[in-house]
């Protein structure tokens, strides 16, 4: 990598990154497309790439917690001055790694995945597998219905998300993140002009 | 004109009892409606202040 080019996004990172969109596409589609009127055989599609979202998750929070400096993920009083910059309409500081807006969609992308890996689980019991059988009594009707209202709305949430999130990935002030995305590298121009160095750089 | 809309799916058992089967797939609408609002609300009014300091 050149000197004028810092590495952002590390190649297992991104990896990570399509795998997980790969699935949560995958997930929708299956998941939504019978609702509305596309017939097709969507369970096998479905739980695999649950699995698959599952198996991802789980690596990342493994290399997160313990590879990663999961700070530059969290809330500073920063933030603070962020928010009364937006609303008085002053220039907002400069973030660290990441912005604001990019923790609080990675933290609501948790909790709905959490939400839809956890429920999803449960509901393989509705099913029959190739290492499980199926045991529609595991649970109590009522109990049941909340699994699935809460997986519902998961999905449901992540299609609000995922939308927002193609939309800012491809706005012009912001495709250098989506080239970082891709290729793991933004400038140091890019650098200056949109974190502050003093809280993320190659060096820190 | 009144437009209601259902925010659970329910059926009905063998002895008539109601039971929770999910949220309603219009939500999908709903949800998918409410994002691409934001959207082209944020692009309006990005490209406003773009064009205000511009001129």
Do not use: C
């Not at chain 1, 810092?6 to 949560?24: G, K, L, P």
């Not at chain 1, 009594?137 to 049941?144: D, G, I, N, P, V």
């Not at chain 2, 009905?12 to 999910?22: D, H, I, K």
């Amino acid at each position: 990598m050149s000197t004028d080019r810092i590495e952002r996004h590390a190649a297992v990172d991104r990896a990570f990154h399509w795998v997980m969109a790969t699935s949560m596409f995958a997930l929708l589609i299956t998941g939504f497309a019978p609702k509305l009127g596309l017939e097709f055989d969507w369970i096998l599609i479905h739980w695999v790439a649950g699995l698959l979202l599952t198996f991802i998750v789980l690596a990342h929070i493994v290399r997160a917690l313990f590879w990663q400096g999961f700070k530059s993920m969290w809330f500073s009083a920063r933030d603070l001055d962020t928010v009364t910059a937006l609303i008085s309409q002053h220039p907002e500081p400069k973030p660290g790694k990441y912005s604001l807006a990019q923790r609080l969609m990675h933290h609501a992308v948790t909790v709905f995945s959490l939400a839809a890996i956890v429920t999803g689980i449960v509901m393989l019991a509705k099913i029959d597998g190739p290492f499980w059988t199926r045991d529609p009594y595991l649970l109590s009707a009522e109990t049941w219905g909340l699994f699935y209202v809460i997986h519902g709305l998961a999905g449901l949430v992540f299609v609000s998300l995922i939308v927002l999130h193609v939309y800012f990935a491809i706005r012009p002030e912001k495709l250098f993140y989506l080239r970082s995305m891709v290729f793991g590298w933004i400038t140091r121009d890019e650098l200056a002009a949109n974190h502050d160095p003093a809280l993320w750089s190659d060096k820190s | 004109m009144v437009l209601t809309m259902e925010l659970f799916r329910y059926s009905r058992n063998a002895w008539g009892q109601t039971t929770l089967e999910g949220v309603s797939f219009e939500l999908f609408w709903v949800f998918l409606g409410a994002a691409l609002a934001v959207v082209a609300i944020h692009a309006v009014v990005t490209a406003l202040k773009s064009r205000k300091a511009k001129s």
